[in-house]
C-alpha cells in the first residue's frame, strides 16, 4: 500500500475567483434576469434619461439667469432664476428694515452653528443638551429679531420668507416639546380630571385638520378675548402650531413611556426616590432617549408644515414665493411660477431629506 | 383609612378641583367675551341660517344644486366633494403604495433605485407646496375654454374635463336600480358558488365565465331604458352642461395621492418585511409565481401589520383634504369654513360644524378599519 506525504509547503491559493465573473456577467445575472426584466431595464433607464436630459435642459442650459422683471424671462423654454434671483429679500428675510438686517443674518449664523454642532456630536451621548439648545435657541432668535431696549423693534409683520419659517418651525418646536411631555405625563396620570382633561385634548387636536386650528386661531381667538386685547397674526397662529403639535408629541412621548417597563420606576421608588425623582432620574431619561428619532420626524412635519401660513395670510417662505409671482413685475408667465415652486421644491427637500437622514442614523447609533 | 392616606388624597383632590375650576373660569370667561362681542357687532346667533336660501352657486356638486338652495344642501354638497377626494386618493394612494413598496424590496436594482428616489422625493415636499405645483402646471399646460379639446362627447380645457352627464328619469331610475340589485345579488351567488366548489376543474372554470358575461350583459340591458344625455357645451368663457372634473379635484386628487403613497409605502414596506421569508419560499416551491405569491400569499399576512398604522395615515389623508382651500376646490373647509362663514358671519357655529365634519370623517375611517381588521384578524385563527 502506497502512501503519499506531501514534503512541502504548497504556495497559498487565491480564494474562489467570483470576481472572474466578468462585470458584464454579473450586470446580466442583476439586471436582467429574463426578457421582462431586460425591456424593464431598458424603458427605467431611458425614462431615466430623457427626463433627466429635458429637467438639465430646462434648469441650466435654458435658464435665465439675470434681470429684474418678467420680460427676462421670455417662453418656457428655461427655468426663470432671475425671479429668485431678484426677489432674494423677500423670500429669504422678508420686508425686514435694510439696516437691522445684520439681525436676520445674525440668526441666520447662529442657527447654522448651532445645528453644525448638534450633527458632529456622538450620536451616542445624551440629548440633553441638544434638546435644552432646541428649547433656548428660539427664545434667543426671538429676542433678537423681535428687539427692544438698545436695539430697535421690528414688528413679526414685517418678517417674512425663509427667516419667518425657520422661527414658526423653531418656537413651535420649542415650545411644543415640553407641552407634549406635560400632556403625556397627564394621561397617564392617577388623577382622573387630569387624566381627561389632556386626553381631550390630545384627541380632539388629532381629529381635527392643522388648517381648521390655524383658520379658528386667524378668525375665531379675536371674539373670545376681552375687547380690545389684541394678539397679532403671527403670535396667534404660533399658539395654533404649538397646540397643534403638542398633541402630537404627546403621542409620541406616550410611545415612550410606555416603552419603559413599569418595573424600573418601582424599583427607583423602592430604592427611596420620590414619586418625582424616579420619574425624572430614571423614567424620563429612557422614555425620552427612546423617541428621539421620532421627535426628528416631528420636526419635519412641523417644516413641511410651516407652509400653511400662507394660506391665512403670514409671509411665510412658500407665501413670499407666491406673492412674489403675483407682483406687477413678474405676474402673466407661468412659467416664473412653476420655477419658483420648482426652487422651493429643491430648498424643503434638501432641509427634510437632511434631517430624515439624522434621523436614521441617530436610530442606529443606539 | 389612615389619617395620612386621607391626608395625601386630600391634597389630589384639592389640585384637581382647582385645575377643574381653572379650565371651566376660561371657558366661561371665554363664552362672556364671544357673547359681549357678538352683541356689540349686532350678529346673529344659532343655526337658523341653516334653512336660508344661498344665493350662490358652487362649481361641482354631486347633487343637484342651485342658488336658491339652503346653506344645508351648501354643507351637504361640501361634504360630497370632500368625501369625493378622500376616496379617490386613498384608493390611488395605496396603490402606488403596494407599487413602491414591492418596487423598493425588488432584487433589480434600478427598479429598487427608482421606487426609493420617488419615496423620497416625494415625502420631503410639503403637500401644499405639490398641490399648487399640479394646480398651476395643469392650468398652464391645458388651453383655454375657446381651444378645448373634445374627446367624443367630452371637452378638457383649463376649466376642467367636461364628461356628459346622464340624466335619469323615474322610470329609468328604477330600472337602474333593478338593475344593480340583479347585480349584485348574481355577483354575490356567483361568489357564494365559487367558495363552495372545487375551482381548478374545467366545469367551474366554464361557469364562472358565463356568470361573469351574464354579469356585464345585465348593465347592457339597462341601456334600453330611457337616459337623457347632457352634452357639455362651449358658452361663450365658460362650459355649460355636463358633468365637471374641476381642475382643482384632479390637482388636490393627485396631490393627496402622491404624498401620501409615499408614507404608504414605507408602512406597507415594514408590513411585507414582517412576513417570514420562508412564506414566499414555500409559495415558490409549491408553484405559485412571484405575482401570485405576492398577491395571495405575502400581502394577506403583510396587511395585518400594516393596517393599523395605514389607518392613521389614511386619516391623516382625510384632514390634509382640507388643503383644498388653497387651490380653491369647493370642499368642507373652502365652501362651509370660507364662503359660509364669510355670508353668514357666524363663526363659531360655522367652525363647530367644520371641526364636527372633519370628526365624524376621522371616526368613520377608524371605525372601518377596525371592522377590516377585526376580519382579517378572524382568518388568522
Known amino acids: 500500500m502506497t502512501r503519499f506525504v506531501r514534503q512541502t509547503v504548497i504556495d497559498a491559493r487565491d480564494a474562489p475567483a467570483t470576481s472572474s465573473l466578468s462585470a458584464l456577467i454579473q450586470w446580466r445575472r442583476a439586471w436582467v434576469t429574463s426578457p421582462m426584466m431586460a425591456v424593464t431595464s431598458l424603458v427605467l433607464l431611458a425614462a431615466f434619461c430623457v427626463f433627466g436630459w429635458r429637467f438639465l435642459q430646462w434648469a441650466v442650459v435654458h435658464a435665465h439667469w439675470r434681470g429684474s422683471d418678467s420680460a427676462a424671462c421670455p417662453g418656457d423654454s428655461g427655468a426663470c432664476w432671475a425671479f429668485v434671483v431678484a426677489r432674494w429679500k423677500p423670500w429669504l428675510v422678508g420686508d425686514y428694515p435694510l439696516d437691522q438686517l445684520w439681525r436676520a443674518w445674525a440668526s441666520f449664523a447662529a442657527f447654522g452653528l448651532f445645528w453644525a454642532w448638534v450633527v458632529q456630536r456622538s450620536h451616542a451621548a445624551g440629548m440633553n443638551r441638544v434638546l435644552l439648545g432646541f428649547i433656548l435657541l428660539p427664545a ?73 386650528v390655524l383658520f379658528i386661531a386667524a378668525t375665531l381667538l379675536p371674539m373670545f378675548l376681552p375687547r380690545g386685547w389684541n394678539i397679532d397674526l403671527f403670535t396667534r397662529a404660533l399658539i395654533a402650531f404649538s397646540l397643534f403639535n403638542a398633541a402630537m408629541a404627546a403621542e409620541v412621548f406616550r410611545g415612550g413611556l410606555q416603552a419603559v417597563g413599569h418595573g424600573q420606576f418601582e424599583a427607583a421608588t423602592t430604592v427611596g426616590l420620590s414619586h418625582f425623582s424616579a420619574l425624572r432620574l430614571i423614567v424620563l431619561p429612557q422614555a425620552v432617549t427612546a423617541v428621539v428619532p421620532a421627535l426628528v420626524n416631528i420636526m419635519i412635519a412641523v417644516i413641511k408644515e410651516t407652509t400653511l401660513l400662507s394660506i391665512i395670510g403670514v409671509n411665510d417662505l412658500l407665501g413670499a414665493v407666491e406673492n412674489g409671482a403675483k407682483s406687477p413685475d413678474w405676474i402673466g408667465e407661468p412659467n416664473i411660477l ?25 436610530e442606529t447609533a443606539r | 383609612m389612615s389619617r395620612a392616606v386621607l391626608v395625601e388624597r386630600l391634597w389630589d383632590y384639592a389640585g384637581q378641583a382647582v385645575l377643574l375650576a381653572l379650565v371651566l373660569w376660561l371657558a366661561w370667561s371665554g363664552l362672556v367675551n364671544f357673547l359681549g362681542n357678538v352683541r356689540v357687532l349686532g350678529l346673529a346667533a344659532g343655526y337658523g341660517f341653516l334653512d336660508a336660501e344661498a344665493g350662490f352657486q358652487i362649481a361641482q356638486s354631486l ?60 415625502r420631503n415636499i410639503p403637500l401644499l407646496l405639490q398641490i399648487l405645483f399640479w394646480y398651476f402646471s395643469a392650468i398652464a399646460v391645458l388651453p383655454g375654454v375657446g381651444d378645448s379639446l373634445a374627446f367624443g362627447g367630452a371637452l378638457l380645457n383649463n376649466r376642467g374635463l367636461f364628461l356628459p352627464r346622464v340624466q335619469v328619469t323615474m322610470a329609468g331610475g328604477s330600472t337602474l336600480v333593478a338593475g344593480l340589485a340583479a347585480f349584485v345579488g348574481l355577483f354575490w351567488l356567483a361568489r357564494r358558488w365559487l367558495k363552495t366548489t372545487a375551482r381548478d376543474n374545467g366545469w367551474s372554470l366554464a361557469l364562472s365565465g358565463a356568470i361573469i358575461a351574464l354579469l356585464c350583459l345585465a348593465p347592457l340591458a339597462l341601456m334600453r331604458a330611457d337616459f337623457g344625455i347632457d352634452n357639455p357645451q362651449v358658452e361663450g368663457f365658460n362650459v355649460g352642461g355636463g358633468f365637471a372634473v374641476l381642475p382643482e379635484l384632479a390637482a388636490l386628487t393627485l396631490g393627496l395621492s402622491i404624498y401620501n403613497s409615499t408614507f404608504l409605502a414605507e408602512i406597507f414596506r415594514a408590513g411585507i418585511l414582517s412576513v417570514p421569508r420562508g412564506q414566499a419560499e414555500a409559495a415558490a416551491t409549491v408553484g ?68 364636527l365634519l372633519y370628526a365624524a370623517i376621522n371616526l368613520a375611517i377608524a371605525l372601518a378599519v377596525n371592522l377590516l381588521n377585526r376580519r382579517l384578524l378572524w382568518q388568522q385563527r
Open chain 1, 140 to 212: 434667543v432668535l426671538l429676542l433678537v429679531l423681535i428687539g427692544g431696549g438698545p436695539l430697535a423693534a421690528v414688528a413679526p409683520t414685517r418678517w417674512g420668507g425663509l427667516l419667518l419659517t425657520l422661527i414658526v418651525a423653531l418656537a413651535t418646536f420649542a415650545s411644543a416639546l415640553p407641552a407634549g411631555l406635560c400632556l403625556a405625563l397627564g394621561r397617564r396620570s392617577r388623577l382622573p380630571v387630569v387624566r381627561w382633561l389632556c386626553t381631550a385634548f390630545v384627541e380632539g387636536m388629532r381629529s381635527v385638520p392643522l388648517l381648521v
Open chain 2, 63 to 122: 347633487i343637484a344644486f342651485s342658488p336658491r338652495s339652503s346653506y344645508l344642501d351648501v354643507v351637504i354638497v361640501a361634504a360630497l366633494n370632500s368625501l369625493l377626494v378622500i376616496v379617490l386618493a386613498s384608493v390611488l394612494s395605496t396603490l402606488i403604495g403596494l407599487v413602491m413598496a414591492f418596487g423598493r424590496l425588488a432584487s433589480h436594482g434600478l427598479i429598487r433605485g427608482a421606487a426609493a428616489t420617488y419615496v423620497e422625493v416625494f
Open chain 2, 288 to 355: 405559485l409565481s412571484g405575482v401570485r405569491a405576492a398577491l395571495l400569499i405575502t400581502l394577506p399576512q403583510a396587511m395585518r401589520v400594516a393596517l393599523p398604522p395605514a389607518a392613521g395615515q389614511y386619516q391623516t389623508l382625510a384632514k390634509a383634504s382640507a388643503l383644498a382651500a388653497a387651490i380653491g376646490y369647493p370642499d368642507i373647509m373652502q365652501l362651509v369654513g370660507g364662503t359660509v362663514l364669510s355670508q353668514t358671519n357666524q363663526a363659531l357655529e360655522v367652525m363647530a360644524l367644520v371641526v
Open chain 1, 338 to 362: 412653476i420655477s419658483g415652486h420648482v426652487f422651493l421644491a429643491v430648498i424643503y427637500l434638501a432641509v427634510c431629506y437632511g434631517l430624515s437622514r439624522y434621523s436614521r442614523r441617530l
